[in-house]
């Protein structure tokens, strides 16, 4: 954090200053509330306008050119650029926790339904091959071997085969999905 005159280390650096009078940090918030594009002229417009409405004055013809010097001299003193920075970094990295937090959280989900769909894969693979195993066995049993049509059978293990195939697909994603959500854990904690 930049080196605030009268700031506690304490608390955050866009809060109010102990040597802040409150009309300067309320015009500090109305600052920062303009966004990254904020400017003290725009913050000292939004008063001017705000004034004009309070009085019911025409507010049309109160738009600035210049901010005058106690502004000047004011936001130099509370350091309001240097706050608002400290402001700024502060939200983005809190978006980009939220951003990576929610990826992480879509990453774990597919990774968790990739895992049930490999498992079932995986299982309905075991079973066809079980079947095709006890349809050989029964038939070399009792000599119905030669009745079955040699098309049938390589067509029902290769079904087989390609089911397990497939759920081993689905395994070597989850391990990519796996690497990823490392990385986004390792991103979050060399943010500290």
Partial sequence: MADINGYSKEQP????????????YIRFQKFLALGPRRSVLKTYALERQEVAKHKQAD??????IAVPPDWRKCTKDYQWAERAAAYDKEQSLSYIERYEDGRRNV??????????????????????????????EAALDNDSWKKLTLAELPNFLRAAGDIVEKATAVRATMLNVERLIKEVDDRKAARG
Avoid: H, M, T
């Fill in 13 to 24: 650096i866009y809060e109010q200053l102990p040597n802040e009078p409150d009309k300067w």
């Fill in 59 to 64: 507010a049309s013809n109160i738009a600035p």
């Fill in 107 to 136: 990453l774990e989900k597919f990774r968790n339904d990739a895992e049930q769909q490999s498992k079932l894969a995986a299982e309905i693979g075991q079973k066809a091959l079980e079947v095709c195993q006890k349809v050989l």
